[in-house]
């Protein structure tokens, strides 16, 4: 009867590509990689394994060198997110690595999961990708809960997909000038960045979320959700065709404003591999 059930859920959810685990204990996760998971999985999760079965043949196709497959059954210790709810136990595939030749042994491990359901196949999950899951300490559950947290937030700032056009005023001293360049977002919601320079000063750039400049306005504190969306989204360069409107002075004082912005953002750290 258990590898009935067992084999009735491997026919759906290996018609999916698998994801592949890596030990928890090895990856370390940056601001940006776990907001990479948490902005695009609708479920997350704190489970603690319940039984873990090791696949073979071809139910374990393709499986990498040193790893083995597993369908796995967890009880779910507190959903996290997850607008529809899940049931009291979930299962998904996962490819784990061997430890010294041998399976792993994960029954009564505890994780965070960020996955997406499986469509009419309640409890059933599907992992993004490998390192979606994440092996259970109080800081990473802490940061996780915390940036979710920002992400749901009603004012969370939006994502941002480009830059639309931009400006450059010199000012009445040498030296002194203001560059705003505006942002596109996904949802449509306005943002943009200035730069002042005045003479003798440090230049000053700051982030308005809003039409309204808000003089009162500072760069975003690092690792934080603003500050993800633009060192991580905001292209290299300033496209030409949102600068093509200006004489070739201005455009440049305004590539050039853009770079201090870059800097100043840093750079956007990833330690997972490419998807």
Known sequence: MRLNSVAAALALALSAPAATAQPPVETVYSYADLADLAETAPIAAD????????????????????????????????????????????????????????????????????????????????????????????????????????VNAPNAPPRITGISHAFHVPGSL???????????????????????RRPGEQPRWAVALGEIVDAAARPPEPDTLLWYHLACFLPRTVPAAAIADLAPADAEATRADYALVLAGLGPCTRNLPPQ
Do not use: C
């Open 174 to 196: 040498p030296g002194e000038s203001e560059t705003q360049i505006f942002l596109t977002t996904a949802d449509g919601r306005p943002v943009s960045l200035n730069i002042l």
């Open 47 to 150: 489970i603690t394994v319940h039984d873990a079965i090791r696949l073979k043949g071809a139910q374990a196709a393709a499986v990498p060198p040193g790893m083995a497959r597993f369908y796995i059954t967890a009880d779910v210790q507190t959903l996290i997110r997850g607008a529809q709810g899940l049931p009291g136990q979930v299962a998904f595939l996962a490819d784990l690595p061997l430890v010294a030749n041998r399976p792993p042994k994960i029954k009564k491990a505890r994780y965070l999961i960020l996955a997406r359901p499986v469509a009419n196949r309640p409890g059933q999950l599907q992992l993004p990708r490998p390192e979606a899951l994440i092996g259970w300490t109080p800081e990473m559950d802490q940061r996780l809960r915390g940036l979710l947290a920002a």
